[in-house]
């Protein structure tokens, strides 16, 4: 099974601040890397899919990027609707993973 | 509008089988690429896949629970179920359904969950 380690598992962070969360995967993934951000007692929602593409209607301060192994997510001048968890998830292959997210608070 | 909507029991006991009904609209399990999928969350701890089903009734589970999952769908009546045998208080936490979709870019596609239902929060407990 491909492992995913997000890093870090949580961050504190101000609004306006730019935030970089890293998935790591076990092995090659090249780009079946999707993201999703999760609020409280929410379901998660999409926002990055195929490593670097932006889902429909999700903010463009939000951007991933990374193929392979190593991935990024970033959030450009942080909101105060941005504090949530966010996860990595790959889709290349089965079994599909979870990274163990990372909780995004304010500072 | 595609929307999906987790129902069954929020109480079973230890040993006991979990039977979980997702009833979607918005989209048709017929059509080609097109999967549903079920995905749950502990409380206060990470999401883990669990089972998925496509189109074409092709079933993928998740290695470490294969033996207890069984998933189908009634295309007919917009339903996909999932079965879980010998629940167990650690099986605790909250259960999703999440609509599979493949996503089309420049020469290549690539596949992820881009709805899902509220959730249905299910407690083992004697």
């Known amino acids: 099974d491909i492992q995913l380690t997000q890093s870090p598992s949580s961050l504190s962070a101000s609004v306006g601040d730019r935030v970089t969360i890293t998935c790591r995967a076990t092995q090659t993934i090249s780009n079946y890397l999707n993201w999703y951000q999760q609020k409280p007692g929410k379901a998660p929602k999409l926002l990055i899919y195929?490593?670097?593409s932006l889902q429909g209607g999700v903010p463009s301060r939000f951007s991933g990027s990374g193929s392979g192994t190593e991935f990024t997510l970033a959030i450009n001048s942080l909101q105060p609707e941005d504090f949530a968890t966010y996860y990595c998830?790959?889709?290349?292959?089965?079994?599909?993973?979870f990274g163990g997210g990372t909780k995004v608070e304010i500072k | 509008q595609i929307t999906l909507k987790e129902s069954g029991p929020t109480l079973v006991k230890p040993t006991q089988t979990l039977t979980l009904t997702c009833t979607f609209s918005?989209?048709?399990?017929?059509?080609?690429?097109?999967?549903v999928g079920w995905i749950r969350q502990p409380p206060g701890k990470a999401l883990e896949w669990l089972a998925l089903i496509y189109w074409d009734d092709d079933k993928r589970y998740s290695p470490r629970l294969k033996s207890r999952l069984t998933i189908t769908k009634d295309a007919s009546k917009n339903q996909v179920v999932l079965s879980m045998t010998n629940m167990d208080p650690v099986d605790t936490g909250t259960y999703y359904c999440?609509?599979?979709?493949?996503?089309?870019?420049?020469?290549?596609?690539?596949?992820?969950?881009?709805?899902w239902g509220q959730g249905a929060l299910v407690t083992v407990s004697s």
């Open positions: 195929a490593a670097s």
């Open positions: 999440a609509h599979r979709a493949t996503f089309f870019y420049g020469s290549g596609s690539s596949a992820g969950f881009d709805f």
């Open positions: 998830q790959h889709s290349y292959s089965m079994p599909l993973t």
């Open positions: 918005g989209f048709s399990l017929t059509t080609s690429g097109v999967g």
